[in-house]
């Protein structure tokens, strides 16, 4: 019988053969993932907010606020940092000193509806730059078919 083990992010049992070790726990592989992205988005969160403030490490009551965010509002960490970004950067509010991060509840919604709208824009460009080369190839086909023909009439 396979050994059981706990997976440290959802807290629920597995078979360890099942499992993806890491540092002697094992995982789901969809909770190591969203884990292993989860603790990627969180360094970005802390470098940008470290670049904001011109700081070398966020302040206690920023990581409070950080924790109070995923925990009571259900933000993510990606989400977060959009939502600081489109503050600062999109409205171009300035960075004040000694400032935390109180701002992204009131502007969470508005910097995701942003966020969405931009990327929405961004596909739909895409998909007309991935239309384009397959009319060209259709021209380049006519005008073959043209070369083709001249030839043709000229050994008559
Ligand atoms: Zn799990």
Request: hydrophobic fraction near 30%.
């Amino acid at each position: 019988m396979a050994r059981r083990v706990k997976c440290p992010y959802c807290e629920t049992y597995l078979d360890k053969d099942d499992a993806i070790p890491y540092k002697k726990r094992y995982y789901h592989q969809h909770c190591f993932d969203t884990w292993k992205m989860e603790a990627e988005h969180r360094k970005e969160l802390i470098k940008y907010i470290c670049e904001l403030y011109k700081i070398d490490a966020p302040t206690g009551m920023m990581l409070k606020q950080i924790k109070e965010f995923q925990e009571e509002y259900k933000y993510k960490l990606k989400g977060i940092e959009l939502a600081l970004r489109y503050f600062h950067e999109t409205l171009g509010n300035p960075v004040r000193k000694g400032d935390g991060l109180g701002i992204v509840p009131f502007i969470y919604e508005e910097a995701k509806a942003d966020y969405l709208q931009k990327k929405a824009i961004k596909e739909s460009v895409e998909k007309a730059k991935k239309h384009k080369p397959k009319e060209r190839i259709v021209v380049i086909k006519k005008q073959n078919r043209k070369n083709i023909k001249i030839v043709d009439i000229s050994t008559l």
